[in-house]
């Protein structure tokens, strides 16, 4: 393994996916929600296909040994994409991109109550403070105190994307229980395949034609789509995923840049209070996997003949 190819196609990841969050934020005004997910997803496909040719996987890669785990798999993670889109038209792009980063910490507790992991303090200590933070970040939109001082139109933003981020970390729970008997190449290519199918199935609530260029704009949505998974597929194939993860929050730089000199959106301080615990539990979340790994190694090494 490359431990340095590995951080350098994560941070390729992290960059071509920010750049299709601000092109989805860019059209949101024109297209629903659902017709995004739909061309993001349908145009990742040849993408993908390309790659797994590329690397002599096709055959094999769509290969699904349990055919509805892929199901759940892509009802939980595009439905979840289906609010972040949504969610992206409502608030502004480094908040949407904090409140994401929830997932992780949701996965902890999801993976508790669903698998069965043990989550002892340290574990708890973190998802407390990344809750906190969630909490911190979302309060200046779902304020009870001050009503008038939000609207409707953020607070049913912020509730999309605490609820994307929910879905996010369901979907990761599948994927933790799939890895065992599932391709990563598989999972990628039908998760693709069934979020295109729920993008498809939103067509009579309120599709549009789109303009010449805001089509153009939708087709490379789903080709830097498919882009962006395949590099973050291949980053988890050079180093481990305790040394790539954390790479994940520098979209936080992107977004606040992006937000403030392309849409004009100054961060708050509750935004970046609140993000700076959220990325803390989750840098002590990946730190303490990392432990538990190293530990369930040097086990097994002991036990072996």
């Known amino acids: ?174 994927i933790r229980r799939m890895v065992q008997t599932e391709r990563t190449s598989a999972i990628v290519f039908w998760f693709s395949v069934t979020s295109t199918v729920l993008g498809l199935a939103t067509l009579p609530f309120g599709w549009v034609v789109p303009s010449p260029s805001t089509t153009a704009l939708l087709v490379v949505i789903g080709l830097i789509g498919g882009v962006g998974q395949i590099l973050l597929t291949s980053a988890y194939r050079h180093a481990d995923a305790s040394v790539v993860a954390p790479f994940e929050y520098a979209s936080l730089l992107l977004a606040l840049a992006i937000g403030y000199f ?3 959106e100054v961060p708050t301080v509750p935004m970046l209070a609140g993000a700076v615990l959220i990325v803390a539990a989750g840098i002590l979340i990946i730190w303490r996997e990392r432990r538990l790994g190293l530990e369930r190694s040097r086990q097994r090494k002991a036990m072996s003949p």
């Open 1 to 174: 393994m490359s431990v340095s190819r590995g951080i350098l196609l994560k941070l390729g990841s992290v960059v071509v996916f920010i750049a299709m969050s601000s092109i989805i934020k860019y059209i949101s005004p024109e297209i629903p929600p659902g017709q995004t997910m739909f061309f993001r997803s349908f145009f990742a496909l040849p993408v993908i296909i390309v790659w797994l040719s590329w690397t002599r996987e096709l055959r094999v890669g769509l290969r699904a040994a349990d055919p509805m785990s892929h199901v759940w798999r892509g009802l939980a993670g595009g439905i979840g994409m289906g609010f972040s889109f949504a969610a992206l038209g409502l608030l502004p792009l480094p908040e949407v991109t904090a409140i994401g980063y929830a997932a992780p910490v949701l996965t902890v507790i999801l993976a508790a109550m669903f698998l069965g992991e043990t989550v002892r303090l340290f574990r708890l200590g973190a998802v407390a403070l990344g809750l906190a933070g969630v909490i911190i970040v979302l309060s200046p939109r779902l304020t009870v105190l001050d009503p008038d001082a939000v609207t409707a139109r953020e607070s049913l933003g912020a509730t999309l994307m605490l609820l994307a981020a929910l879905c996010s970390a369901l979907a990761q729970v599948f």
């Open 262 to 264: 392309v849409f004009a």
